[in-house]
């Protein structure tokens, strides 16, 4: 839960506010990923609300089955009149990346380090 982190990545000590600050800052268009994970993330609504004041357009992505979004997301969304494209019905990636017109990229992770007993 990024409530409770520090902002900063463990490996590299970068903030990672300031990241997400730098590449809102470098895009023509936010490109918004819609489930509750989203939803439930202070990062993702701190990302949101800065693309919104520096006025980027925003495409809203579904891309939980059955997640309708709620709350603070739900007034968002309302509110921008933005676009939200349905990805949610297992189009998956390829259909996705079409209907955007833009590559969808796998999320690169870090692997989760194991405790050896």
Not at 87 to 99: F, L, P, T, Y
Request: net charge negative; glycine share 4%.
């Amino acid at each position: 839960d990024d409530n409770n982190n520090n902002n900063k990545s463990s490996e590299s000590g970068v903030d990672v506010i300031q990241q997400m600050i730098n590449s809102i800052d470098q895009s023509e268009v936010f490109i918004c990923c819609i489930s509750q994970d989203f939803h439930d993330s202070a990062n993702r609504k701190r990302e949101l609300n800065y693309a919104l004041k520096q006025k980027k357009e925003i495409i809203f992505v579904l891309v939980e089955k059955d997640y309708s979004p709620s709350g603070w997301l739900k007034s968002v969304m309302d509110s921008t009149k933005a676009n939200c494209i349905d990805c949610s019905n297992n189009v998956g990636d390829a259909e996705c990346s079409k209907i955007l017109g833009i590559p969808i990229l796998p999320v690169q992770t870090t692997p989760t380090p194991t405790t050896v007993p």
